[in-house]
């Protein structure tokens, strides 16, 4: 679908899971929008600042200069605000949109604090216990999945729907952790529903838009070695 000049813009960062989803929900509708890269560990530009004020953080959609914050509240917009194109993407029941929205935010809340542990931990321990957690966690999706899903291929059913987009955001960097790892996030033996649902990743709507997970490695090194680098220099100061 073809949107007016500047109807739609997305401030965002490439690397981001949080602007993939906003991404993603753009990508299954069919929406065409402004692309607007930030630089959001440097200068942050006025637009970004002006559009987000709280937080100053991707993403932020802008639809006719009114600007919209935080992914999962940005997907729902979308999908109501276009309802006439492209698939649906919450569920028409009301029950079910709730246990949609409730799983939502288990994802933020479980998976992502389990990736941040990996990431960030200061010691081996704490990125063991991350790497353990973010396992207990998809073994929890699991079941959601088998509930949500009836059967079928998407937490959405037939269809890709509100939860596939919400955890399609991770995908890449889960990806990214099972290279730098050595294991599987999602793994065949243990989560085979999860593992099956990554067939998300081969459709073209999410082939358009995720990120190089090439890069993403190439990032978290980067970082990491960043980290290494001032841990050192702080150990030596002391």
Known sequence: MTMGDHELKLLGMWAS???????LALSFKGLSYEYIEEEIFGNKSALLVKSNPVHKKVPVLIHKDKSICESQIIVEYIDEVFSGTGPS??????????????????IDDKLFSSFMMMIK?????????GRRQSFAVAKTLEGALKRCS????FFGGDNVGF??????GFVA?????????GSKQFDAGKTPL?????????????????PDVEK?????KMRQARDDAAAAAVSQSN
């Not at 993407?89 to 288990?106: I, K, N, Q, S, T």
């Not at 999860?194 to 995720?210: G, I, P, Q």
């Open 17 to 23: 899971p949080f602007v993939l989803r906003a991404r």
């Open 89 to 106: 993407l919450l569920p028409a029941d009301p029950y079910e949109r709730g246990v949609a929205r409730f799983w939502a935010a288990y």
């Open 121 to 129: 931990g200061k010691t081996s321990e704490e990125k063991a216990e």
């Open 150 to 153: 009836k059967g079928k291929s």
């Open 163 to 168: 939860l596939d987009i919400v955890l399609g």
């Open 173 to 181: 960097w889960v990806h990214t952790r099972d290279i730098l790892s």
């Open 194 to 210: 999860l593992a099956a649902w990554e067939r998300f990743c081969a459709l073209d709507a999410t082939k358009a838009v995720k």
């Open 216 to 220: 993403l490695v190439e990032l978290s």
